[in-house]
């Protein structure tokens, strides 16, 4: 399903439910004095309020935050292995072929496949681990011959390992940020705070129906970002493999 279609749904769903309840609400209160408010409520609803939007707000910063760092690690592990594949050149023919080889085969297997499996499974694949394993086993035995070659093997060992910690924090940004229990604080605050409305013996003008269905629309929508950059790589990022096609165009 579309995710615009998702949020349509949410938000039109979440402001037809209050408006259905506020206007079914009156029918049973034609004789209640709907003229003041008791403080306490008042007082209560603006605390319940003002907590909820504290709480929303982390989670909106923690989820966005997660998403650039994913970004970020993402095009480190390209960049990575950019450098891989240039700084080799310090080695002999043979050693250079196969080094190049193996960046190129792996980062075909991560756009072909391991990064369909990552969004469906949220894994890494044994594929994945074992290609990066072999190209920094290549690299590590190799024995520099010459001291152009001595500096190139540091800077290859080096990029092997920025390889190696880029795709350890891509495997752990592939799950969700927002555990379980979050996201059930997160809707039911949500239904307190839409429920709150209700105690403020709202009635059926236009207006107070209104600002009643603008309210729900924002925590709703509000709540859809938050599971929109939930899963950075899955829905977050509008082209996540992008570093890894401008690096390798010859590999897109």
């Not at 603006?46 to 929303?56: D, E, K, S, T």
């Not at 193996?102 to 991560?110: F, K, L, P, S």
């Not at 105690?199 to 059926?204: A, G, N, P, S, V």
Request: proline content about 4%; hydrophobic content about 50%.
């Amino acid at each position: 399903m579309p995710t615009w279609l998702i949020l349509t749904l949410c938000t039109a769903g979440t402001c037809a439910v209050v408006l259905i309840v506020a206007t079914l609400r009156r029918r049973g209160e034609e004789g209640e004095d709907t003229s003041q408010t008791p403080d306490v409520i008042e007082y209560i609803t603006m605390m319940i309020g003002v907590v909820y939007a504290i709480v929303l707000g982390l989670a909106m910063a923690g989820v966005w935050e997660e998403r650039a760092a994913a970004e970020d690690w993402v095009r480190a592990e390209a960049q990575a292995l950019r450098e891989v594949s240039t700084r080799a050149e310090a080695y002999p023919s043979p050693v250079r072929e196969e080094i190049r080889e193996q960046v190129d085969g792996y980062v075909t297997h991560v756009l072909t496949v391991e990064w369909p499996h990552m969004v469906e499974n949220e894994e890494l694949t044994e594929e994945g681990d074992a290609l990066l394993a072999e190209l920094r086993r290549t690299i590590t035995l190799h024995e520099p011959a010459t001291t152009l070659e001595a500096h190139g093997y540091h800077g290859l060992m080096d990029r092997a390992a920025a390889v190696d910690e880029a795709r350890t924090a891509r495997a752990q940004a592939a799950e969700p940020t927002m555990p379980g229990v979050v996201w059930f604080g997160l809707v039911a605050g949500g239904v307190v705070a839409l429920g709150m409305v209700f105690t403020l013996q709202i009635q059926r003008s236009a207006r107070e129906l209104l600002l009643a269905g603008l309210f729900s629309a924002l925590i709703a929508f509000l709540l859809f970002l938050v599971w929109h950059f939930d899963a950075p790589f899955a829905r977050g990022i509008t082209e996540p493999t992008e570093a890894f096609e401008i690096l390798f165009p010859e590999l897109a």
